[in-house]
């Protein structure tokens, strides 16, 4: 095997950041009729398999595994070299059914309230659009991404690496809102989010809103977003307004947020006191246990990676991507022999900054034969990914290369 080196160095691409306005409090919110959802009519999906449910029907339903009508991942041939994640190519992954269409007719009405500041009061969308305005280009991924190599099968959906893509949010950032009303109130440890899904009547809303807290410092550069890769957040990603948290895994970017809160405690919601957290098999979750927050290191091969379609022999171009975590990117290995040896990958397209993740390739010339092919990325902090996955009860935050890797048939 020889390894070819690639031409095509990557750019930076700037992101545009803006300033807080003047101070708004206490503006009137607008109430939205309450009531149950019913589960939406399905549209069926082409080329066979569970049909994309009415809300993501416009996703591209060829790219799409369709687990169920609120968990629906990306193929794995299906990510291509542009370094953003197309819209309707992204996940879709809900704790709960979303709420009614009828929330999008006047996105700009949505009502956010805001608590633990010195001037606590109600936001519109359209309040917060005169704010401030940032753009941040991150990798959004489920806490569960590569669940399905996990041998004691937990519960939840079976995602390989289909639950995450890099995408474009743009909103307000979260410090300027807090500036805005005066600044966060003393003692309070955290930031915590209350998303707008309608609660199912008779039971504890502990038991199943969706309410996560993070530390306070996350507020650094989270923002209340409605746009997404540069059009209107749609309701399947959380539209009208979601909040972002880049660098920490997707349960903490709040859907449909209609509360966010600095409070001095963890939400006592289930969600944050015991489903998202990493806990050894066999074990109940419970608050003694590290929260589900930062993003680990990870990489994965893109292409080729079709089962059943062997490669001709000869130059063989491997690519993928490759994500810091929580920090920036250092580099990138790849091996054709199950992790035995390994050659640096170059990265190709644009740098878009330490949330996003980056593409990489490395040509290689292969002779006929089976080949494990496995990607390790290390990022600016020398975190790299391990060979082997870390258990936990869960299956979370899986980032083993050799769970990754894949096999190749040259011929």
Known sequence: ?????????????????????????????????????????AKAAAGGGKALPEYAAWKDADAMIVHSANTIE?????????????????????????????????????ALEVSGVARPGSLTVADLKRLGLTAVTMVLQCSGNGRAWFPHKPSGTQWTVGA??????????????VAALGGVAG??????????????????PNTVKVERSVPLEAMEDAILAWE????????AHGGPL?????????????????????????????????????????EKGSDKYPSIWEMPVNSWLTSPCEPGKPQPAGRVLLSGVALGGFHALKGVEVSTDGGQTWK??????????????RNFALAVDLKPGKYRIATRATNDQGDTQPR???????????????????????V
């Open 1 to 41: 095997m020889t390894t070819q080196h690639l031409v095509n160095p990557g750019r930076r691409r700037a992101l545009a950041v803006g300033g807080g306005l003047a101070a708004l409090a206490g503006l009137p919110g607008t109430a939205l009729a309450d009531g149950v959802r019913k589960d939406p009519p």
């Open 74 to 110: 990306l193929r794995r041939g299906a990510f291509g070299h542009s370094t953003i994640t197309p819209s309707d190519r992204l996940y879709v992954r809900n704790n709960l059914n979303p709420p009614s269409a009828d929330i999008m007719k006047d996105p700009d009405a949505w």
């Open 164 to 177: 995450a893509g890099c995408v474009v949010f743009a909103g307000v950032p979260v410090k300027d809102v």
């Open 187 to 204: 003692g309070m440890k955290y930031m915590t989010s209350t998303g707008g899904e309608i609660l199912p009547d008779g039971v504890d």
């Open 228 to 235: 997404l890769n540069g059009a209107a957040l749609p309701l």
């Open 242 to 282: 979601r909040l972002i948290v880049p660098g920490y895994m997707g349960v903490n970017n709040i859907k449909y947020i209609r509360h966010l809160a600095f409070t001095e405690a963890q939400s006592p919601a289930k969600i944050q006191q015991s489903s998202y957290r990493f806990y050894p098999v066999g």
């Open 344 to 357: 640096a990958a170059e990265w190709f397209g644009p740098d878009m900054g330490r949330y996003a993740w």
């Open 388 to 410: 082997e996955r870390r258990e936990n009860n869960r299956g979370y935050n899986n980032n083993s290369w050799l769970d990754h890797s894949v096999e190749l048939e040259v």
